[in-house]
């Protein structure tokens, strides 16, 4: 019995149909490529040789943080890139400006902090100590943008020359705290909101019970905002060589200022002492290439910071250490969550693991950085047993706290043998913990 032959119409649709899933699967192979060049690019060592004389140009972008928060590669694929990246390791900066401080290659160093969005006073502290560190190497270092905000002056301050571009200005404010309160927006949409608490000094829950800031809490936060203060005006004054209490004058007399350089916010941050020149992009580029001299681009003769520490650290890694010899780093940073989190969150799952490694391999000590604003109690505590059961095994666990160590991060630290944090973590110590609120 012979088969019936198809129809013309059946043959065109399944014609279509094998056309679509050639196609679906050439898509397919074609975007597995593409991801696979995109996963090389990103892990690829470049080996071309660092220039015989050259400036370290340091360009942070974004966020100065203690931990890069985990993107997965597509995310990477897809998103649209940017001017800089949205975040930066000050450790990176840390350990490229220490290693060009004594690098014959590395003649000078470059701030260009024009996408530099902050990172907290500590972070920033960190980062001016190396600065500080590479000036007594006898290289200079020119700071060049075309405005400076508070946190990017931070950092200029400690340059040798500090160029703003004749339309620019330094903005520089204070700091401040600006809650917003909604209980009575609450009130209206008739939401009742139960809060149990223990002490004066927690304020994080007053926007939803108060329509103001309690007498407790503008004393606490007047506290920790006048050390931060106290430390940037001092520091900075003390870079610039300006007398005591002149930044407080620049800022709160600002309007006066202006009204004596006809409004020009340029010339009046070189008349207040904050900056040492006032130069256009060409200019700019000329002082630098007079300093580094010239690139086949017709820029400067530079080395950004991750390319030279991908020099730095590969003659480091030939050098292979027993881990007995080595003091091991955990990184903790962001809110404190149950379970399983990627870089960029404190999961109780994932920092436990590490914990367990690190008792495995049996490291000299452990260093257990803290930059965190606090989070789950059960999370807090199940990393708190993490800590013991290392300084049980043998391994001495130091804290070392970032810009924030609050309230869980606090509390997870409690089982090390010491805990350290510079000065400018003051306020989570001694103003968010106090003897009323135990």
Partial sequence: MSREKPGIFRRLFGF?????????????????????????????????????????????????VEQKTYVDPLTQLLQQ???????????????????????????????????????????????????????????????VGDSYTQEQYYLASFADEIHLNPMGAVLITGYGSYPNYIKGALDKLRINVHVFRVGSYKDAIEPFTRTNMSPASREHNSAWLNALWSTYTRRVETQRELPVDAINDYVNNLTSKLEAHRGNTAETAVASGLVDKLSTRPQ?????????????????????????????????????????????????????????????????????????????????????RIDSPGGSAFASEVIRQEVVLTRQSGIPVIVSMGSVAASGGYWMAMGADQIWASPTDYRFHRCVWRDSDV
């Fill in 16 to 64: 279509i149909g094998k056309l679509a899933s050639g196609l679906r699967i050439l898509l397919n192979i074609l975007f597995l490529l593409v991801v696979v060049v995109f996963i090389l690019s990103i892990f690829r060592k470049d080996v071309q040789p660092l220039p015989e004389k050259a400036a370290l140009r340091i360009a942070p972008g974004g966020f100065l």
């Fill in 81 to 143: 890139s940017g001017p800089a990246d949205a975040e930066t390791l000050v450790h990176d900066l840390i350990e490229a400006i220490d290693e060009a401080a004594e690098d014959p290659r590395i003649t000078s160093l470059v701030l260009e902090l024009d996408y530099l969005l902050g990172g907290g006073l500590t972070k920033l502290e960190e980062v001016a100590q190396a600065l500080s560190r590479f000036r007594e190497s006898g290289k200079p270092i020119i700071a």
């Fill in 284 to 368: 700019m580029l000329a002082r630098l290439q007079a300093l580094a001299g010239s690139n086949d681009k017709g820029g400067y003769r530079a080395v950004d910071v991750d390319r030279y520490l991908g020099h730095t650290r590969r003659a480091e890694a030939a050098q292979v250490l027993p881990s007995a010899d080595k003091v091991g780093l955990i990184v903790a940073r962001g809110a404190i969550l149950d379970g399983e989190h990627p870089a960029g969150s404190i999961g109780s799952d994932s920092l436990s693991k590490l914990f367990q490694q690190v008792r495995k391999q049996q490291f000299k000590a452990l260093v257990l």
